[in-house]
């Protein structure tokens, strides 16, 4: 997931030292700066950056990957076509999202609306450059009050729905409004999530160490693609790499989430709500009678049958800390699972492939050692496919490549070749191929091979991160679940997101969207086709707020 930093807080050290300063923040997990932009010439005396900065600035954060998505900008209005022109010229060569701007010193009703008038006018002219123009708040905005309401809300209302919102959550809390309840009122108009956190004295602290809920507003933000900016005043660079790295953290995170099993039909779209369940289920696979769904919750397995609405506990054994990996035999009469070995109590975490028979026994362990995650079992029951973290004596790094082994045990054989993340991999119902998923080519996308490993073919290439290509029993068609591209990284499939499931024909041709939904990690994470190739099972997630 992208995080960014507010560069106000930290303009010391960023002068000290520049690209130090980026190496560390991009190891902390960041992937955006926000820069306060002035055009005074005294502006560097308050930690702004003037226009030249930023262009001065730009290829040295190409080389680490860091991009600007927001700028904060001081407008002088004396000089205000002349600065209109440079921020239109940033925006269109650096393609810059957002120019941001405070509330007006004075918070009476005269002057908000004096001031909404020229923000009206502003984003009109940035909208042209294909940007738009953010309000964000101080304590004073909340706390006065102005026909009713705040005064932020009174100028953002004001302003009209060019304008949007740029939420500093500390100062929310200090003029004494839940951020998390205002986030989740003005969704439509928030953009972008400041963290700053507060004690209760209304002093600045440590993110993660004062009196905000900073998660909640976490949650708010990645459920609704918000930029999300670690805005500290009184920051260090050491604290602002710790609050990167709490954030990641954070990704997994699925507190005060329920889940809805349903299907679709493909060829009329209609959806139908299976099942509500409390908490978190995941990646449902039909078995072949075409009315019984398993699906993982809490590190076990479970059968739910469609026609009596019941749910059981399929018996693991000791499998009981499975992950959301898992595939019957095409004959129904085994089961495949990954899951967390139970002989490992230090702490240390690893996914190996078991199989066992889908009645209970005694599973067997597959793949040893590692982190192994089961997708795909072949047609004639002889092999398994899956998702292998492993790393050659030689290597530095880990390699994310696709294996495969006998269903039976035996030897893993490597079918890709160290080139990018790979994952997800599923045979075609003929056994001739394997559907996958790879950032070989950049973004994540779904990927086909011939099963030995040859004949590599990209078979979806959007401005999006594409997982999970799952293939109809009838070989014609293929779901796959994507995520904005701009939202987190290429490499990760996180929950409670919004999320598509698109389909296309085999051969990838005809792809159209099949519906959005709050979704993500979780929702077909294994083939979720019915037997009759027209049917697909999907869980969607409900994400409880203030």
């Avoid at 502006?43 to 950056?49: E, H, P, Q, S, T």
């Avoid at 959806?271 to 978190?280: A, D, N, Q, W, Y």
């Avoid at 006998?406 to 890709?416: K, Q, R, V, W």
Wanted: charged share 25%; hydrophobic share 35%.
């Amino acid at each position: 997931m992208y995080f960014g930093v507010q560069m106000y807080g930290v303009s010391k050290e960023w002068k000290q030292d520049p690209e130090g300063f980026l190496k560390k923040i991009y190891e902390a997990g960041y992937r955006q700066i926000e820069p306060c932009l002035g055009f005074r010439v005294d502006a560097r005396d308050y930690g702004f950056w003037i226009p030249e900065d930023l262009e001065q600035a730009m290829p040295l954060l190409a080389k680490y990957h860091i991009e600007v998505h927001a700028v904060h900008i001081f407008l002088d209005e004396y000089h205000y076509e002349r600065e209109l022109a440079i921020l239109t010229e940033l925006a269109q060569k650096y393609h810059i999202s957002w120019f941001v701007v405070k509330s007006p010193a004075r918070l009476t009703k005269d002057v908000l609306d004096e001031t909404a008038a020229r923000y009206r006018e502003l984003a009109e002219e940035l909208e042209k450059a294909g940007a738009g123009l953010l309000i964000h708040n101080e304590k004073e905005d909340i706390c006065i009050r102005v026909n009713g309401k705040t005064a932020y809300e009174y100028l953002l209302e004001a302003c009209g729905e060019k304008v949007g919102a740029e939420v500093d959550a500390g100062w929310m809390y200090c003029g004494g409004v839940d951020p998390e309840e205002f986030l989740w009122a003005h969704a439509d108009r928030v953009k972008a999530v400041h963290y700053k956190d507060m004690k209760i004295t209304g002093q600045e602290a440590p993110l993660g160490k004062g009196m905000v809920d900073l998660k909640a507003c976490f949650q708010f933000a990645r459920a609704n693609g918000a930029l999300q900016i670690v805005d500290m005043d009184a920051a260090t660079l050491e604290d602002t790499c710790r609050a990167g790295k709490m954030l990641s953290g954070w990704t997994g995170d699925r507190d005060n989430t329920d889940s809805i099993l349903c299907t679709m039909d493909v060829e009329t779209g209609e959806e139908t709500v299976l099942h509500e369940f409390p908490g978190i289920i995941e990646a449902p696979n039909w078995l072949n009678d075409g009315n019984t769904l398993l699906y993982n919750a809490d590190g076990k397995i479970y059968r739910y049958e469609i026609d009596k609405d019941h749910v059981e506990q399929v018996d693991t054994g000791f499998c009981v800390q499975c992950n959301n990996d898992h595939v019957p035999s095409p004959d129904n009469q085994l089961l495949a699972v990954s899951c967390m070995p139970p002989e490992l109590t230090d702490g240390t975490y690893e996914s190996h492939i078991y199989v066992l028979p889908m009645t209970g026994g005694e599973p067997k362990d597959l793949t040893g050692p590692g982190l192994s995650y089961l997708h795909g079992w072949s047609p004639d029951g002889k092999e398994l496919a899956y998702c292998a973290f492993r790393k050659k004596p030689e290597e530095e790094t880990m390699r994310i490549e696709i294996c495969t082994i006998p269903s039976d045990g035996g030897e893993e054989i490597c079918l890709t070749d160290g080139k990018g993340y790979n994952d997800g991999p599923e045979y075609s119902p003929d056994g001739k191929h394997i559907w996958f998923n790879s950032t070989r080519s950049g973004l994540m996308q779904v990927w086909r091979m011939n099963r030995d490993g040859s004949g590599l073919t990209q078979m979806t290439d959007s401005d999006a991160n594409n997982w999970f290509g799952h293939v109809s029993p009838d070989g014609k068609h293929v779901i796959y679940l994507t995520f904005a591209k701009g939202e987190l990284e290429p490499n990760e499939h996180l929950p409670n997101m919004y999320v598509s499931l698109g389909m296309m024909d085999y051969d990838g041709q005809n792809k159209k969207k099949l519906l959005d939904l709050f979704g993500g990690q979780g929702s077909i994470n294994v083939n979720s086709w019915a037997p009759d190739s027209r049917r697909i099972a999907y869980v969607k997630y409900v994400l409880h707020h203030k």
